[in-house]
């Protein structure tokens, strides 16, 4: 081990006094502590053996004669400091480790604990909690930092804590601990933050899980949340099942199934009838088609923004409405129908579309159901389980402000102990009504299934 180890001197490790009684504890400052934060040492910036400060919250590596932990507790006067990775605590410069329950709500913010009672109660529990600031909060409806243009990741998160076995999934570590992911265990990190009910502040900084995302994704400029949603849910997928037998989390909440039928251009032109590629594929979501803006003004000069029900937009998957894809080497009629309904039901409006290298918006409002969406009444679901389940409830609803490429993204999302709506946008939550739910230009959603 290193010169800044566990209190190693050559290759002995000397025995560890453990005592309660530290006189040092009035010290300690649970008001600077950030454990959000990259937990790396301030002084070396290495990522190992770290200890946290709790009189500064500054973070220091070691504990051994020469670490700047040590040194820290001389020169600053801070005695009292935890591991990190083992969380456990220790008086510096003397070394002892401190055992006292007191600091027991330390331990349970750097790493939030849930028992499966816990987790079960979380959607009947109205209850708030208070941080260190006298401010009050309600677990899982915490406010996300925008460290840098990372709203469309904040409201992408926002809205995955809605999807309820997907969440108590990851507030339990011991359904993934053989998973060597880093994107998993952030996002399990980050989920239990999240609904932690105990934290010292009101809202969760999503540094550490940031890191991670930035191996695919720039978060100095704003990006579709779709863009987001589908790598993180294919990635997290993928991750999962190399480490688990069976499907994973993700696609017991989100897989579905498509049928297509896809006619070329040529077999079209030629009759040929019969040469039609028929095909089964699964999908974690829907892309709808907003129909094409008006070319003319409104009789006060004002650009008209239509409305549509989702009921239209849905038809394309009724195996009857045909959709012209046009890409690279593909143009082709293609016809859609869902064989397979999903428990948790992802849409996608596809508002953007590049003409001349200019990315330009469709305002046009979707008219959707907050609660009751009926597949059966726009999709011919030809299945014949008499206990299919197609109706579905909205819980979250993502939106998009200002320019294409720019502006901010919003999300709605619905609290279950309560069935009340609430408004997210980076550190800004506050509760909403319904109707602006219903009556906004919607980017993207999650319906559950009913029961």
């Known amino acids: 081990m290193d010169q800044w180890g566990e209190g190693v001197q050559g290759k002995r490790r000397r025995t560890i006094e453990s005592r309660r009684d530290c006189p040092y504890l009035v010290s300690v400052n649970r008001q600077v ?3 959000d934060l990259k937990k790396v040492c301030s002084v070396a910036s290495w990522n190992f053996n770290v200890y946290a400060c709790l009189v500064c919250g500054k973070y220091y590596q070691g504990r051994g004669q020469d670490s700047p932990a040590y040194a820290h507790s001389i020169e600053a006067g801070h005695h009292v400091y935890i591991n990190l990775a083992t969380e456990k605590f220790y008086c510096l410069p003397k070394g002892y480790e401190v055992t006292d329950p007191w600091l027991d709500d330390i331990r349970h913010v750097l790493n939030p604990r849930f028992s499966r009672e816990q987790v079960a109660q979380l959607d009947t529990n109205r209850q708030w909690s208070r941080a260190l600031d006298g401010s009050y909060y309600l677990h899982g409806m915490v406010g996300l930092n925008n460290v840098k243009e990372n709203g469309f990741v904040n409201v992408t998160i926002q809205s995955l804590m809605r999807v309820t076995p997907l969440r108590n999934f990851f507030l339990v570590p011991k359904n993934y601990q053989l998973c ?4 998993v265990h952030r996002f399990g990190e980050l989920t239990r933050k999240i609904w932690h009910a105990g ?6 900084s999503p540094h550490e899980f940031l890191e991670v995302v930035e191996e695919r994704f720039q978060i100095v400029a704003q990006t579709e949340p779709i863009e987001f949603m589908s790598w993180l849910l294919k990635t997290l997928h993928g991750d999962l099942k190399s480490s688990q037998m069976g499907r994973s989390i993700i696609h017991k ?12 251009h040529n077999m079209i032109e030629n009759g040929d009838d019969g040469g039609a590629e028929v095909g089964k594929v699964p999908f974690l979501m829907l892309g ?10 409104d009789i006060m000069g004002n650009n008209i923004i239509p409305q549509v029900p989702l009921f239209n937009l849905l038809k394309k998957f009724d195996g009857k409405t045909v959709t012209e894809v046009v890409r690279p080497r593909l143009e082709a009629r293609m016809r859609y129908r869902v064989t397979k309904l999903p428990q948790y039901l992802i849409l996608h409006m596809r508002r953007f579309t590049k003409n001349n290298s200019v990315v330009e918006e469709n305002p046009t409002l979707v008219n959707s159901p907050l609660k009751n969406l009926e597949l059966i009444d726009c999709i011919p679901l030809r299945i014949e389980d008499e206990k299919l389940r197609s109706k579905y409830n909205l819980i979250a609803n993502i939106v998009h402000d200002g320019k294409p490429g720019e502006g901010s993204y919003r999300a709605f999302v619905q609290r279950k102990s309560d069935e009340l709506w609430y408004e997210m946008q980076d550190l800004h939550v506050s509760e909403t009504l319904p109707q602006i739910v219903a009556l906004s230009e919607a980017h993207m959603q999650i319906y559950e299934q009913q029961q």
Request: proline fraction near 9%; include cysteine.
């Open 33 to 35: 502590l950030d454990f």
């Open 180 to 183: 060597k992911s880093q994107l």
């Open 199 to 204: 934290n010292f502040k009101g809202q969760v």
């Open 253 to 264: 909440c989100f897989k579905g199934e498509l049928e297509y039928v896809k006619e070329s």
């Open 288 to 297: 709808l088609d907003l129909p094409p803006l008006p070319l003319f003004e």
